[in-house]
């Protein structure tokens, strides 16, 4: 069994925890049982939440024994921190839709093999659905100070501002409960979380002294930002997720391949399972080999078959090469081809019929059709990756990938797409 706590400060992912030296000793008496709260605010996870999600799955694999919870109670509260104004409820139906989903997804990160590290998964509604407010008032909520809540970073920036409802004040009580169930179904004594989420985790440590009479420990992860000042995780089509019906996997494979090298190394130390000496030699290719993107590769391949397995990251791998004329655009399926089409200048037409030059003004690809023109005049307008030498070339059916898609090229690395309704 490793240190853990060493390999999560070599790979700066450590916010704050309530007592390091505690929690050393705790881990080398192990193993200890460590848990992770994903609430269903959305129908999956994203990459942000992937980060708690992976630091959870390295104590498993240094002889821990996680937990996975899915908010199925919290979820139907939410949750105040790092938001300025009161979140809209979603119906108890969605709610239940959406720890479906994401249960699925927290169980791919997880081994529930049989043996010490067997990892579990756990709704709170579970033990909070049965819980009379009478009982919530008198055998929970007696724990709390309000002048302690009111202090809370994530509640006293909302009374600054907009203010709060009592529901959503009373998330962190609930939250600090499912601490204190944990520990008293399943021995846990560590939770994890972002570092939004410290005064929400502190919250359950103190009740479990109060109430149990036990230390128990607290670790956040660093909240995760870009280089460029750009918010981690969003693109111009919105967040990044998990689930490939809201970002493709060719999107998702994109996305990595695309980080800053300012941002790769840290990346690399966050979301893989690397070792130190792996990214230190990657680290030196971004140094010594920026142009050839040895450590964006990398990252975009190890994330991609981690969150969509191997086979996803072949398609995806075959749709890059194809595109830029190094592989058969026949041959890619059309979920994935339509995927990566929808990455690059694209347009939808009703029907064929306009030329090849009206086809790649449509799309974006160049600015005008005097441009188009200009492109096929000087051998560099591709259709499908074949060089169209003739100005009023008119696509036909013949031409369509998949009986729909057409892909322009422009030169060596531009890329458009046309799509037939």
């Known amino acids: 069994m490793g240190d853990i706590l060493d390999e999560l400060e070599w790979r700066d992912v450590v916010a704050q925890t309530t007592d390091v030296d505690a929690l050393r000793k705790a881990l080398a008496d192990g193993p200890i049982t460590v848990y992770a709260g994903f609430d269903p605010t959305a129908p999956s996870l994203h990459v942000g939440n992937l980060a708690t999600l992976l630091i959870l799955t390295r104590f498993q694999r240094a002889g821990h024994r996680p937990i996975g919870l899915v908010g199925g109670a919290t979820g139907l509260i939410g949750d105040p921190s790092g938001r300025s104004t009161e979140r809209a409820l979603n119906s108890t139906e969605i709610v239940e839709e959406w720890v479906s989903r994401i249960r699925v997804q927290v169980e791919k990160f997880l081994s529930f093999d049989e043996g010490p590290t067997a990892a579990t998964l756990v709704s709170n509604l579970d033990w909070t659905g049965s819980l009379s407010a009478i009982d919530f008032l008198r055998d929970i909520g007696k724990h709390f100070p309000v002048n302690r809540m009111l202090a809370r970073e994530s509640v006293s920036a909302r009374l600054a501002g907009e203010g709060l409802s009592y529901t959503e004040f009373s998330y962190q009580i609930l939250q600090a409960n499912d601490f204190l169930e944990l520990y008293r179904r399943h021995g846990c004594t560590l939770q994890l979380g972002g570092s939004d989420q410290w005064g929400n985790i502190t919250a359950g440590v103190d009740l479990i002294r109060r109430v149990e009479g036990a230390h128990v420990h607290a670790l956040t992860g660093k909240l995760i930002t870009k280089a460029d000042g750009t918010k981690f995780g969003k693109t111009a089509g919105g967040a990044v997720w998990?689930?490939?019906?809201?970002?493709?996997?060719?999107?998702?494979?994109?996305?990595?391949?695309?980080?800053?090298?300012?941002?790769?190394?840290?990346?690399?130390?966050?979301?893989t399972f690397r070792t130190r000496e792996e990214i230190e030699e990657l680290e030196k290719a971004v140094s010594e080999r920026p142009a050839a993107r040895e450590a964006q590769r990398a990252l975009a391949e190890d994330l991609t078959t981690l969150v969509h397995g191997p086979e996803e990251l072949a398609r995806v791998i075959a749709a890059s090469r194809a595109l830029f004329g190094q592989g058969s655009l026949a041959e890619l399926d059309p979920r994935t081809l339509q995927s990566a089409l929808e990455?690059?200048?694209?347009?939808?037409?009703?029907?064929?019929?306009?030329?090849?030059?009206?086809?790649?003004?449509?799309?974006g690809l160049v600015d005008s059709k005097s441009a188009a023109r200009r492109a096929v005049k000087e051998g560099g307008a591709y259709l499908n990756n074949v060089k169209i030498t003739d100005e009023e070339y008119v696509p036909g059916a013949d031409d369509l990938l998949h009986g729909r898609f057409l892909v322009i090229r422009r030169g060596r690395k531009t890329i458009g797409g046309i799509s037939v309704a």
């Open 343 to 363: 990455e690059v200048p694209n347009a939808t037409v009703p029907s064929l019929g306009a030329s090849f030059i009206d086809l790649m003004a449509e799309s």
């Open 242 to 271: 998990l689930d490939p019906a809201l970002t493709s996997p060719y999107a998702f494979y994109q996305y990595w391949l695309n980080a800053d090298d300012r941002d790769v190394v840290r990346f690399l130390k966050v979301f």
